[in-house]
Nanobody, 124 residues
Framework: QVQLAESGGGLVQAGGSLRLSCAAS????????MGWFRQAPGAEREVVGA??????MYPEIVKGRFTISTDSAKNTMYLQMNSLKPEDTAVYYC???????????????????WGQGTQVTVSS
């Protein structure tokens, strides 16, 4: 089992930046692929990025603005969000899966482990 805990959400003005953290505990020695998703009210959960090893993938809606990084010594994944827009407002979740690699990285149901989420609000 893997436990995930997000932190770092909050309120930021449009154009600002925020960094989210996702601390992993439990069976972190497993080769995990990890991702960040978000869900706005009334909307489906959507991926904003994923990472496996040193390879990260991003959807077009955040490419160039969001960056995922990891610190293996701390078992922590980060999501650096720059140039934030009001439409980035959502609850952000980190997720992990035991399938290695990034095949199907956009598909939420392929991730076995989820954090509780952290709210990000971008004001205009």
């Amino acid at each position: 089992q893997v436990q995930l805990a997000e932190s770092g959400g909050g309120l930021v003005q449009a154009g600002g930046s925020l960094r989210l953290s996702c601390a992993a505990s439990g069976r972190t020695s497993a080769r995990l692929a990890m991702g960040w998703f978000r869900q706005a009210p009334g909307a489906e959960r959507e991926v904003v990025g994923a990472i496996a090893g040193s390879t990260a993938m991003y959807p077009e809606i955040v490419k160039g603005r969001f960056t995922i990084s990891t610190d293996s010594a701390k078992n922590t994944m980060y999501l650096q969000m720059n140039s934030l827009k009001p439409e980035d407002t959502a609850v952000y979740y980190c997720a992990a899966r035991e399938r290695p690699g990034l095949l199907g990285w956009t598909i939420a149901r392929l991730y076995e482990y989820w954090g509780q989420g952290t709210q990000v609000t971008v004001s205009s």
